[in-house]
């Protein structure tokens, strides 16, 4: 997305640099040397990428403890039943997504590094309370901060995205905060597994308590980005504020974005959810193919989302990858239909394709609803447009293990092409949107 003008004399682009180096509050404003601008920008904005980076990794190896030890730790030493800890997961989950939209319009408001900072000490409480409940009960209170405080750092970072970088930085930025968020997971969910295999109520504990100053660390990284990161001051006139353009709940298009972006959330669940169940009850393969799979995804995720990312910058190219992105989710979900009732290796077979299918399908949609929606939100509004997409998105991740559950996996093939048609019909009606959008590009 093409900077707005600078009232300068010189390019848009160095005043824009110039005016992030020096911390002022209107970019728009800023009128000095281009080379001095440049020199000072990459200096500042290497460090917010380091410090998104690095945060992003810390929090997500504590994400990766939560959803692999916490469920299981409750089952296990805290009384609860699977549909019990599963409604107190769902509780969280439900917070989290008010919370993401909440903490989104506070960044408008308050710089980004004092509610990154404040997010991760919530987070580092959680666990600490995750760690010391003596009953499932007692989890729910700080699941339900746990929550908001975990999704509202990712609206958080994604509005000093918006802030800090123009056009194609923004795509491969968040591209490069999503592997290094996979990696600490990966990492996360490893470090989880000890808990798993230990029949002492204390190990889940120490797991847990480890992950608490994971996210004190991260705390402590968040310290480290410029107090200016993500932060406009307020304009000298009402008319921003007033411009129907900063309020997301009057902008259609981003509205529309929204809608489809939370249809495409729920497809994350055909992995982690629907594969799984449908290996062990509906094929003859080994079980132990489910964690082999789920790396293999891992995997190409890390090979596939920067060369995505770098073809996906426009709103043109972001609706050709969502249109792509719907067909590769069908594919695969009809090819995870056909490992059923098959022999070991042609069931394998039509398994690895179907990963294959379904993690294209997955970086594609990823990356062209980022692309969409760094190109609509406008710099005076991105906490609230950052955090309403990020209510989108999980909304559609929290909803997506009712449906496949409900659909795909207990209704063979007529399921799976249920859970598949709206995706395929999100992916076309994106490719409409963004075709219309690269008509007549918005101005911000």
């Given amino acids: 997305m093409a900077a707005g003008p600078t009232g300068c004399g010189g390019s848009s682009s160095a005043a824009v640099a110039a005016q992030r180096a020096t911390g002022a509050g209107d970019r728009d404003t800023a009128c000095v040397p281009a080379n001095e601008g440049v020199r000072a920008s990459s200096v500042r904005d290497r460090r917010v990428v380091r410090v998104l980076l690095a945060s992003s990794m810390v929090r997500s190896a504590g994400r990766g403890i939560f959803m692999s030890v ?61 760690a010391w409940s003596p009953t499932y009960l007692t989890v729910v209170p700080f699941a339900m901060l746990f929550g908001p405080a975990n999704l ?43 808990a798993l295999i230990s029949d002492d109520p204390m190990v889940p504990r120490i797991v847990l308590m480890s992950a608490a100053m994971l996210y004190l660390v991260a705390a402590g990284i968040s310290w480290h980005l410029p107090g200016n990161a993500g932060h406009r001051d307020a304009p000298e006139s009402s008319s921003a504020t007033n411009d129907p353009r900063s309020k997301p709940s009057r902008d259609r298009r981003f509205l529309a974005l929204v809608a489809l972006t939370t249809v495409f959330g729920t497809h994350i669940a055909l992995l982690e959810v629907a594969m799984p169940l449908w290996i062990t009850l509906h094929t003859q393969v080994p079980r132990y193919l489910v964690t082999v799979l789920l790396v293999f995804n891992t995997a190409l995720v890390l090979v596939l989302q920067m060369p995505i990312a770098r073809r996906c910058v426009s709103a043109w190219q972001a609706g050709k990858w969502a249109a792509f992105g719907g067909l590769a989710l069908t594919v695969g979900n009809v090819s995870m239909w056909a490992a059923h009732g098959r022999g070991s290796a042609l069931a394998v077979t039509a398994l690895v394709f179907a990963v294959i299918a379904l993690t294209l399908g997955e970086v594609a949609v990823l990356t ?26 999980q909304s559609g991740v929290m909803l997506g293990p009712v449906v496949v559950t409900t659909v795909a996996v207990t209704h063979g093939l007529d399921g799976w092409l249920g859970v598949s048609a709206p995706l395929l019909l999100a992916g076309i009606l994106f490719r409409v949107l963004a075709s219309r959008l690269s008509r007549v590009a918005p101005e911000r």
Avoid: K
């Fill in 368 to 393: 062209s609803t980022w692309t969409l929606s760094f190109d609509l939100t406008p710099a005076d509004g991105a906490g609230a447009y950052q955090g309403l997409f990020t209510f989108g998105w």
């Fill in 152 to 194: 509202g750092s990712g609206a958080v970072r994604s509005v000093v995205i918006v802030r800090d970088f123009q056009g194609e930085e923004r795509v491969a930025l968040r591209a490069r905060t999503y592997l290094t968020m996979n990696l600490g997971i990966g990492a996360g969910a490893s470090l989880g597994a000890i």
């Fill in 70 to 130: 916490l469920t299981v730790h409750m089952i296990r030493f805290l009384g609860a039943t699977a549909p019990q800890a599963g409604l107190v997961i769902t509780l969280g989950s439900l917070a989290g997504v008010i919370g993401a939209y909440g903490f989104g319009r506070l960044s408008d408001r308050i710089p980004a590094r004092g509610i990154l900072v404040a997010l991760a000490l919530v987070e580092c409480v959680s666990f600490l309370g995750f």
